[in-house]
Nanobody, 123 residues
Framework: QVRLVESGGGLVQAGGSLRLSCSAS??????MGWFRQAPGKERDFVAA????????YYADSVKGRFTISRDNAKNTVYLQMNSLKPEDTAVYYC??????????????????WGQGTQVTVSS
């Protein structure tokens, strides 16, 4: 079992930055990902990373602006978001794959999910 708790969301102006945190408990060595869901839209992949950082993936829409990182000693995964745009507004979720595989981009590849944290970017 893996329990995930996100924090760090909020309201920011376009061009600003936020850092999301995802605190994990239980089996924390699985690949982790971040997803987001805007109102009326599907849950979209944002970024994913394996335990040691050897494999990291980003959605094209966030490449160069977002960075996923892990502090394994703290069992925490971060999403640093820079140069935020109004279209980044969404509820952001962290997720654990729950198995030892290469990080995936599909939401259905992830077993455990956090409760989500709202990110709102004003224009």
């Amino acid at each position: 079992q893996v329990r995930l708790v996100e924090s760090g969301g909020g309201l920011v102006q376009a061009g600003g930055s936020l850092r999301l945190s995802c605190s994990a408990s239980g089996r924390t060595f699985y690949p982790m990902g971040w997803f987001r869901q805007a109102p009326g839209k599907e849950r979209d992949f944002v970024a994913a990373r394996n335990y040691n950082g050897g494999s990291t993936y980003y959605a094209d829409s966030v490449k160069g602006r977002f960075t996923i990182s892990r502090d394994n000693a703290k069992n925490t995964v971060y999403l640093q978001m820079n140069s935020l745009k109004p279209e980044d507004t969404a509820v952001y979720y962290c997720a654990s794959m729950g198995q030892m595989r290469a990080p995936a981009k599909g939401a259905d590849e992830y077993t455990y999910w956090g409760q989500g944290t709202q990110v709102t970017v004003s224009s």
